[in-house]
C-alpha cells in the first residue's frame, strides 16, 4: 500500500520562505511523476507544480521565479522549496504521485494524494 507523508507547511510572513517535503512509502521502485498541488480556500485545488522521473518541471504561472521543485528518487521524496512568499500562497499543499512501478515490478496506474499540509502566508 502506497502512503504519502508531507511536512513543513506552516506560517510565514510575506517575502519569507519554506520547505515542503513529501516521502512516498510501499515497496516502491519508482514514481512516474511527483507534484504539488494547492487548494486555496474556497478554490478549487490547482497544480503548483510536477515532477517527471526523467527530470522535467513545470510549474504554475505563480509559481514560476518563486518556487522550485526537487525530488531524491533514492528516497522516493520530494521537495517544494518556497521563496518570496505572497499571501495569496496560502493553502493546503497535497503532495501526489502518478504512475507507481512497485516490487516485485508491477506498474500501479493511478494517482495516490498525501493528507496536505497548511501553509499561511501573512501580509
Known amino acids: 500500500q502506497v502512503q504519502l507523508v508531507e511536512s513543513g507547511g506552516g506560517m510565514a510572513q510575506a517575502g519569507g520562505s519554506l520547505r515542503l517535503s513529501c516521502d512516498a512509502f510501499?515497496?516502491?521502485?519508482?514514481?512516474?511523476?511527483m507534484s504539488w498541488d494547492r487548494q486555496a480556500p474556497g478554490k478549487e485545488r490547482e497544480l503548483v507544480a510536477a515532477?517527471?522521473?526523467?527530470?522535467?518541471?513545470n510549474y504554475s504561472d505563480s509559481a514560476k521565479g518563486r518556487f522550485t521543485i526537487s525530488r531524491d528518487d533514492n528516497k522516493n521524496t520530494v521537495y517544494l522549496e518556497m521563496n518570496s512568499l505572497k499571501p495569496e500562497d496560502t493553502g493546503v499543499y497535497y503532495c501526489?504521485?502518478?504512475?507507481?512501478?512497485?516490487?516485485?515490478?508491477?506498474?500501479?496506474?493511478?494517482?495516490?494524494w498525501g493528507q496536505g499540509t497548511q501553509v499561511t502566508v501573512s501580509s
Open positions: 501526489a504521485a502518478t504512475g507507481l512501478t512497485v516490487h516485485p515490478g508491477n506498474f500501479v496506474p493511478g494517482q495516490y
Open positions: 510501499g515497496n516502491i521502485i519508482h514514481i512516474n511523476v
Open positions: 515532477h517527471t522521473r526523467v527530470g522535467t518541471t
